[in-house]
């Protein structure tokens, strides 16, 4: 193909803009690329499609929107879009300003259910799905402060099953929420 002998850049700007490689990328390259972590986890989107409750990334961190107010500016000027939006692991409040026309990037949030098998000392969290897979590489949450506890005493000890949910996005995961389930 005519790309060929293209700078890596390019390549690397096919890969964030196309799911599929492209025929145009040898193989080598894309393998290269695709191992970018950067890339699967978040994915471009226009601005102005962004929707109120949609996630975002602001500043690097992975947020879901709150609300969006939509500025015109002068004559020959862009639409802007004033995204006031909350950090989804830390709760905390951002915001940002976009021209509704301009590409922002959207991260990848997944949520899946795992039962708690065991809580460490740590607050390292033992969890299972219904598969019989074992996660442990996720601890019981740091925000809202009081959940962690809240999440200690529905378990207690392993007396109670409490099934949980895990948001994943950017590459952190956290438990969301929890809940005991009756006998």
Not at 48 to 64: L, N, S, V
Not at 77 to 96: M, P, R, S, W, Y
Not at 149 to 162: L, P, S, T
Request: glycine share 8%; charged share 25%; aromatic share 6%.
């Amino acid at each position: 193909g005519r790309y060929k002998d293209d700078t890596i850049l390019l390549t690397r700007t096919l890969v964030f803009f196309s799911s599929k490689p492209s025929s145009t990328m040898s193989d080598s390259e894309y393998a290269i690329e695709s191992a970018d972590a950067g890339a699967s986890s978040t994915i471009p989107m226009e601005a102005g499609q962004i929707k109120k409750g949609g996630y975002m990334m602001i500043k690097g961190k992975a947020c879901k929107v709150l609300s969006i107010s939509v500025s015109k500016t002068g004559k020959h000027g862009h639409a802007k879009c004033n995204f006031q939006a909350v950090d989804i692991f830390t709760g905390k409040k951002l915001e940002d300003m976009v021209p509704s026309s301009h590409g922002t990037t959207v991260p990848v949030v997944t949520r899946t259910e795992w039962e708690i098998i065991d809580i460490g000392d740590e607050d390292e969290v033992t969890l299972m799905d219904e598969a019989g897979n074992q996660k442990t590489d996720v601890n019981l949450p740091s925000v809202p402060a009081e959940m962690a506890q809240d999440i200690r005493d529905a378990w207690a000890e392993g007396e109670n099953q409490v099934t949980c949910s895990v948001q994943a996005a950017i590459g952190l995961e956290q438990i969301i929420s929890f809940k005991k389930e009756s006998e």
